[in-house]
């Protein structure tokens, strides 16, 4: 079996994928695949030899325009509830994805994944797809919700894949997602019916700087990079000027204090602290103020001049 997307190919690995794989898997970006580490070349070729004969559910994520397999993709039927006997229904898939990190950030795994499901779901009887993702792995969790994927839960300490310094287990806290193939049909009906708000975009001269400064102040991380373009966490979008300029033909007008991005930080004191310790240049609107209902709220620019408030809790 071979999928095709607009950019990539997903297909059955070649035992002539394995110095591919390899550049992914002697490092697993994350700690669920550790045990799949290659130590060398040699490793990769005899797991293409393992992995040559499966056609259904194991795919290489290529891409299409080089060839060049850039991560993999899995999933296998499984039994809704694993105590039931041998004939029950396998109905249920919890799919794994994995990419090169060089290609990350870049869509492709959103890609690959709504293609794998839209598969599982009409080819191979899926009723059900849920998947695991570390609480630490906020892009993974954006790609399920992105997929339409509903969060189930979060397991605390759930399951170990390394150990601490001192030999012990490093459990992991893991969320749950799954979609249902109603709910995933659903979706692919309303894709043209309904329009949805996806986030606010700001203007900045250097996506590269303003991802520093977001990640250091409040955490985001780079979902999606698409030269001068980046969609971060939280539903955040970031344009380069010079695209922003070319699309609209209008200036930019910095410090225009029309609207503003507004987090919540329960210790802001040290938020604040953090802030001057990192970007002593920050032009504040208003220093910290405590409100007649209690809230504490601080007020500035950031360094293209895009007003940020931060305030505790309410």
């Known amino acids: 079996m071979i999928l095709h997307t607009d950019r990539l190919i997903l297909r059955p690995f070649a035992e002539t994928d394995a110095e591919d794989v390899f550049e992914y898997l002697h490092e697993p970006a994350v700690n669920c695949f550790a045990c799949m580490k290659l130590d060398a070349l040699d490793d990769a070729k005899a797991e293409m030899k393992k992995r040559v004969g499966e056609t259904e559910y194991y795919f290489a994520i290529v891409l299409k325009d080089s060839g060049k397999v850039i991560g993999e993709i899995d999933a296998y039927p499984e039994c809704d509830d694993p105590q039931e006997d041998a004939n029950a229904v396998k109905d249920t898939f919890s799919p794994c994805w994995m990419l090169n990190l060089n290609y990350t950030g870049k869509g492709y795994a959103f890609e690959a994944a709504h ?58 806290n ?22 949805a708000y996806k986030g606010t975009l700001i203007v900045v001269r250097d996506c590269r700087r303003a991802l520093r400064f977001y990640n250091d102040m409040f955490g985001l991380e780079l979902v999606q990079d698409n030269d001068g373009n980046m969609e971060l966490t939280e539903h955040i979008y970031l344009q380069e000027s010079r695209y922003w300029t070319e699309f609209t033909q209008k200036s930019i007008i910095a410090k225009s204090n029309q609207s503003e991005l507004y987090f919540e930080a329960p210790e802001i004191e040290k938020l604040i602290a953090r802030l001057e310790e990192l970007y002593p240049e920050t032009e504040y609107v208003n220093r910290l103020m405590t409100h007649s209902w209690g809230q504490k709220t601080v007020r500035f620019y950031d360094p293209d001049g895009n007003l940020i408030e931060v305030g505790t809790p309410v």
């Open 174 to 195: 893991t969320y749950q997602y799954a979609i249902l193939k109603k709910e995933w049909e659903s979706l692919r009906q309303s894709d043209n019916k309904h329009i």
């Open 115 to 172: 293609a794998f499901f839209d598969y599982l779901f009409n080819a191979k009887g899926a009723r059900r797809i849920y998947a695991y993702t570390e609480d630490y792995n906020k892009p993974s969790q954006h790609l399920c919700e992105k997929l339409g994927m509903r969060q189930e839960g979060l397991f605390k300490e759930f399951i170990s894949f390394v150990k601490n310094p001192d030999g012990t287990p490093k459990y992991e």
